[in-house]
């Protein structure tokens, strides 16, 4: 079985992407295409999916439309959510403000600085395509003011680690490939046990195992991996880690982002925001700067600190690593920033 075809749960759509897809059906209105049924958005990956469109409301000057989020299998919070994004014509660019229910950054260390809407990245280049490709194809200036809503977000936010993050006031808009990987423990580990299997049955000597889809990529690429030696790790290091001490290959690369393989780093197994943080007393006493201890993020001790972090989160993350394996399993990791760059090695 390939890696692209496990025992599949179904996938969802990031509040990302369904805010882009109700941005697409808001404009259609204000720029007097009408009220859409369904909207096809590209995402990044180049998928380009259909939305339902579920609310359609216009007035002077504003449109707006919503959509359901489906998170597929996934156990999100925001399931069943309505993502609301009302348009209007700005000053001037394309703006983007904090609705009912979506939280605004008040801490740094976060994609987004203090002040700005929690709209991730990702999320706000998707609808600056989406309003620019539109704009182009009607005529219209893409000069536009885009406030995203989730009704009862703020209640929901409280069931995510946003207020301890410093987003106040609701939910993120998150998402970087706009799809949800189902977020079942026992189906994602099956399918990273079947993955090692498949990796064994042809004879890979070399496999990775990567946080997400940034890091995934940068390893893959670092050395020229087949996608079959690609493991979709995700959350799950300590998962991955036994069942290859029992299943063994030659090599293994462990790559992620710096607060993921922070959390490596010190000994977790499991990766995921809800079930292990970053400590940042011991970070700030492994490192020697005591200013650490007073971060908010990894992303902004990060900053602070720089590359002699991302060396120490790499070696500490390759003995962290190695502790679960056999000494015949060679080990190496590494780190990569947002942007897909590798900071850091240890290993090799």
Known sequence: MSRKDPKQLRRGWTTGACATAATRAALMMLWGEGRARAVRIALPGGQTPEFEIAHHAEGEGWAEA??????????DVTHGAMIVARVAPSAGGILFRAGDGVGVVTKPGLPIPPGEPAINPVPREMMRVTVRDMAARLSERADIEITVSVPGGQGLAQQTWNPRLGIEGGLSILGTTGIVRPFSCAAWIASIHRGIDVARASGLDHVAGCTGATSEKAVQALYDLPDEAMLDMGDFAGG????????????????????KMTKLAQGARDLHSGRSQVDFDR?????????????NTALQA???????????VAENALSSVRAMLPTEIRADTAVIDRAGRVVARAGT
């Open 302 to 312: 990060y900053e602070i600190s720089g590359e002699s972090m991302a060396v120490w």
């Open 240 to 259: 991955l880690l036994k069942y290859l001490a029992r299943h063994p290959v030659e090599r293994i690369t462990i790559g992620g982002g710096i607060a």
């Open 283 to 295: 970070l700030a006493e492994a490192l020697e700067r005591d200013e650490l201890r007073h971060m």
């Open 66 to 75: 919503g959509v359901i989020k489906d998170a597929g299998d996934d156990p």
